[in-house]
């Protein structure tokens, strides 16, 4: 990123019940350097209640990304997927899918869900930090200016 370009740190939520997978994702990201604030929720209700800011977080930060995991109690990624999709005010969040199975993206596509992109875990450093450091380009394409001349 150019020294001009000022900005924040990328607001990432991370939906992954595995304390592990997730432990991992956050060191996969430090090593990546690449500057966020990573808010990790553990179930697919509490993910729903942290995007529509009810409750607890009623002050969380609209994120800029969603790591996604498949296999989540209460309410499995799918269904989140879907509620992201039709709801106006977060449908444009990019989605990362983390999944232990091929078989989530085929059913995914099939049901015509977008997803910005998806990885396979367990999920090497390098196949996660180029990932992450595409969509975190897009993502400052899209949402910081470049600087007045």
């Known amino acids: 990123m150019p020294a001009e370009t000022v900005g924040r740190p990328m607001e990432i939520l991370l939906v992954e019940d595995t304390l592990e997978d997730a432990r991992v994702t956050m060191d996969a990201l430090q090593q990546g350097e690449i500057k966020c604030r990573v808010t990790l929720v553990r179930e697919g209700e509490e993910a729903m209640v942290f995007l529509h ?13 969603i790591l ?17 999709r039709v709801d106006d005010r977060l449908k444009d969040i990019p989605v990362v ?24 875990k367990p999920v090497s450093w390098e196949q996660f930090i180029r990932v992450v450091k595409q ?8 949402v910081i200016l ?3 001349d």
């Open 53 to 65: 800011r009810e409750g607890i977080f009623s002050r969380a930060p609209r994120p800029d990304l």
């Open 68 to 84: 996604l995991d498949m296999q989540l109690p209460k309410k499995d990624g799918r269904q989140i997927l879907e509620e992201i």
């Open 97 to 120: 899918v983390l999944t232990a199975s091929e078989v989530h993206k085929v059913v995914l596509q099939g049901a015509g869900l977008h997803v910005d992109s998806y990885m396979t």
């Open 135 to 142: 969509l975190r380009q897009c993502w400052i394409d899209r």
């Open 146 to 148: 470049p600087p007045l």
